[in-house]
Nanobody
Framework: QVQLVESGGGLVQAGGSLRLPCTAS????????MGWYRQAPGKQRELVAR???????NYADSVKGRFTISRDNAKNTVYLQMNSLKPEDTAVYYC?????????????WGQGTQVTVSS
């Protein structure tokens, strides 16, 4: 089992910035991926950004150039730096962890943190 603890959400004006940290604990695989997904009201949960333990990243097209994902493997912590926020970024953001050692391994989720961007 893996537990994820998120923080950093809040209310910010359009054009502002927020940083979302997430720390994983428990049975952490040596090769894994951590990331952030988001879900706006009435919409499906979507990938925002993901980073593997080796450092490779992928981003949703809608956040490229504005958001940066990074991680500290020693602390099992991933960070999502969100700049130039837009009202359409408003959503509940969920931290995610997945082992990459076993194919189709279970994904673990945090409890979610609300990000609200006002226009």
């Amino acid at each position: 089992q893996v537990q994820l603890v998120e923080s950093g959400g809040g209310l910010v004006q359009a054009g502002g910035s927020l940083r979302l940290p997430c720390t994983a604990s428990g049975s952490i695989a040596s090769i894994n991926a951590m990331g952030w997904y988001r879900q706006a009201p009435g919409k499906q949960r979507e990938l925002v950004a993901r980073i593997a333990s080796g450092g490779s990243t992928n981003y949703a097209d809608s956040v490229k150039g504005r958001f940066t994902i990074s991680r500290d493997n020693a602390k099992n912590t991933v960070y999502l730096q969100m700049n130039s926020l837009k009202p359409e970024d408003t959503a509940v953001y969920y931290c995610n962890y997945q082992s990459l050692i076993t194919p189709l391994s279970v994904m673990f989720w945090g409890q979610g943190t609300q990000v609200t961007v006002s226009s």
